[in-house]
C-alpha cells in the first residue's frame, strides 16, 4: 500500500485509488470539511461527504454535487468500508475511517478533542494506521482554558461598546464567524454579519444549531463579524480583533483571542495515544516536528508526508 501527496492525499493499494480531501475529485474521494484547503475546485466523480459539508460546499459552489452519508454509519464499497466520525472542528468535519481486507486506516482531516460553543469535541477510534493532521502540532503550543479567552473577549466587546465605538470582529467564514455568533449571542449580543458569512450561518440553523444575526446592512448592534482578511487597523470610530488560535503563536497586526477550532500539541498527542495506531503519518502542519514527537513521546512508529517525503510504502 503507497500513501501519496499530490491532489492533496492519495491512497494506493492494489486496484484501490482514494482520494482524501483533493483539489480535483476523482475515483473514490472524500471530504473531510468544507474549509477551503481541504474541500475541491473540480469534481470528475462526486466525492463522499457528509450532508452538513455538502450543504456548506454548494454555497460557494451550487453546481457540486456528493454522495452524502451521515456520521457514524458504515459504508461498504467493493473492496473496503468506511465511516465518517466527528471531528469537532466545524458543522459536517470528519475523521474518515477506512476498513481494509485485515486493516484500518483513520484519517483526521482538522480535528478537535475539546467541546466548542457549537460543535462536540471529537472521539479517538482505535485504528492501525493513523493519517493526522498538526496545525498546532509543535512542543509548546498551548491553548489556554477557552472559556477564560472567551471571557477576555466579551469583556473587550463590551468595553469598547460602552466607550461609543463600533467593533469588528474578523473570523473565518466557515465555523469561526458562527461560534463568534454563538459567543455573542451566549452574552446577550446580537452581531452583524456580511453576506457571504450570513449564508454559511443559515446552513448551520438548517443542521438546529441556533444562531442570531442581523445582516450588515440591518440597524442592530454595532458589532460587525467579517472574514479575517477584511479586518483593518483599529481607527478613532471603529476598534477591531480577530478570533484565531495564531493569536498566541505569531505576531498578528490586529489584537487577537486564541479561539481554535483545532487540538493544540498536547491534545493531539494524546488523540494519538488513544487511536493506538502501529503507524503514523502526519500529513500537514509541523509534519516532520510532529512526527518525530510521537516516535520520541510514545514510542509510536511516526513519519512524515510532505514535500520533502511525497511517498510513503506501507507493509498493509
Ligand atoms: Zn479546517
Not at 7 to 32: A, C, M, Q, Y
Not at 124 to 150: C, H, R, W
Amino acid at each position: 500500500m503507497k500513501i501519496i501527496l499530490g491532489n492533496r492525499f492519495g491512497i494506493k493499494k492494489e486496484k484501490i485509488t482514494i482520494l482524501l480531501d483533493p483539489i480535483i475529485s476523482d475515483f473514490h474521494s472524500f471530504i473531510s470539511h468544507a474549509h477551503g484547503d481541504h474541500s475541491p475546485i473540480e469534481i470528475i466523480k462526486e466525492p463522499f461527504a457528509t450532508k452538513e459539508t455538502s450543504a456548506l460546499l454548494k454555497v460557494s459552489n451550487p453546481e457540486f454535487s456528493f454522495k452524502e452519508v451521515s456520521y457514524n454509519k458504515k459504508v461498504k464499497l467493493d473492496n473496503f468500508s468506511f465511516e465518517f466520525l466527528n471531528a469537532g472542528h466545524i458543522l459536517g468535519s470528519s475523521q474518515i475511517y477506512f476498513e481494509f481486507d485485515g486493516f484500518s486506516l483513520l484519517y483526521t482531516g482538522d480535528i478537535n478533542t475539546k467541546d466548542t460553543f457549537l460543535i462536540k469535541k471529537a472521539k479517538p477510534k482505535e485504528a492501525d494506521i493513523l493519517m493526522i493532521e498538526s496545525t498546532y502540532g509543535y512542543p509548546g503550543y498551548k491553548f489556554p482554558n477557552q472559556e477564560e479567552v472567551v471571557n477576555l473577549f466579551i469583556k473587550w466587546v463590551k468595553n469598547q461598546l460602552k466607550k461609543g465605538y463600533k467593533v469588528e470582529i474578523g473570523a473565518y467564514q466557515i465555523g469561526k464567524a458562527q461560534e463568534a455568533i454563538k459567543i455573542l449571542n451566549e452574552f446577550g449580543i446580537v452581531p452583524k454579519v456580511t453576506e457571504t458569512i450570513r449564508r454559511y450561518s443559515e446552513v448551520y440553523k438548517k443542521f438546529g444549531i441556533k444562531l442570531n444575526y442581523c445582516s450588515a446592512k440591518e440597524n442592530c448592534e454595532d458589532v460587525l463579524i467579517k472574514p479575517v482578511q477584511l479586518i483593518r487597523k483599529s481607527s478613532s470610530k471603529v476598534k477591531t480583533c480577530v478570533l484565531t488560535g495564531w493569536a498566541l503563536f505569531r505576531k498578528l497586526n490586529h489584537l487577537g483571542f486564541p479561539i481554535s477550532d483545532h487540538s493544540d500539541f498536547y491534545e493531539l498527542l494524546e488523540y494519538v495515544k488513544q487511536v493506538n495506531p502501529k503507524k503514523v503519518i502526519v500529513v500537514h502542519g509541523f509534519t516532520k516536528e510532529f512526527a518525530k514527537e510521537v516516535r520520541k513521546r510514545l514510542r509510536i512508529d511516526a513519519i512524515h508526508l510532505d514535500e520533502s517525503n511525497p511517498e510513503i510504502s506501507l507493509k498493509f
